[in-house]
């Protein structure tokens, strides 16, 4: 089934749900959703956290979470024009949340992850937008909570994406649209590295510490980290993602 045909008939089932669940407590719903999030299950969780929404529409726990079903569709939608629509879904729940909850690092965080999953297909112009957008959410989700992993790896792929901006491309960008900020990739590489120290866990931190190496020329370390990384199980949505793009790096090092 086409994406646009699969969103439709999915918009007629979730109809059909908010009569079947309209009358559940919030909490239930907000249960039931959460538990599907679990298993990447998104067009199903929303059936649950959408009417909880309209119970519910300053729940910060449900509008970052229907913010990451949106991100989940989006990277199963198959065209540009369904991806950009779903993620500028995303972005519209998680700034929501990030207005009502000004101190809660996570609703801060989905701005900066929801602009980084739509970032590859902007044009120069909106990219370079997004990376103001995406450098500014996850400084504030740090400084409230320097301990979050996944904060420290956006900010490290930003480091990292940033630094191997040509000289060219660079003063182009900065010429037509505005200054672009200056980074390292040496910045990037303490970045993932403080998240590995908080959560080894994450074969993503392992993966995007070896391509940064890649990117400095430094081979044995790169190979080092993809390797342990690519050898971790799938336990995240975008784990498999992950990997293709760390296999592509260490296919190419020498």
Known sequence: MSSRLFLKA???????????VGAEPSDDLIAK??????????????????????????????????ARQ?????????????????????????????ALA????????????????????MGTKEQIEAARHIKASVDRAIE??????????????????LSDVSTLKRGLASFIYGKLPRTTTEEAVRCFERALDINPGRLMHYVELGRAYAQMGKTAEARRFLEKGLAMPNLEKDDP??????????ARLQ
């Open 10 to 20: 999915f918009s007629s089932a979730l109809a059909l749900v908010y009569t079947a």
């Open 33 to 66: 959703g959460d538990a599907l999030d679990q298993d990447f299950l998104a067009a199903q969780a929303l059936q649950f956290y959408l009417p909880a929404e309209k119970l519910q529409p300053a729940n910060v726990h449900v509008l970052v979470r229907i």
């Open 70 to 98: 949106y991100r989940y569709l989006m990277a199963d939608a198959t065209t540009r024009d369904d991806k950009l629509r779903l993620g500028g879904i995303a972005l519209d729940y998680s700034q929501r949340a990030a």
């Open 102 to 121: 000004p101190r809660d690092a996570e609703a801060q965080l989905a701005i900066a992850i929801s602009y980084g999953k739509m970032l590859p297909l």
């Open 144 to 161: 409230l909570d320097p301990n979050n992993d996944l904060a420290w790896h956006i900010l490290g792929r930003w480091n990292r994406t």
């Open 241 to 250: 993602e992950t990997k293709r793009r760390g296999q592509e790096t260490l």
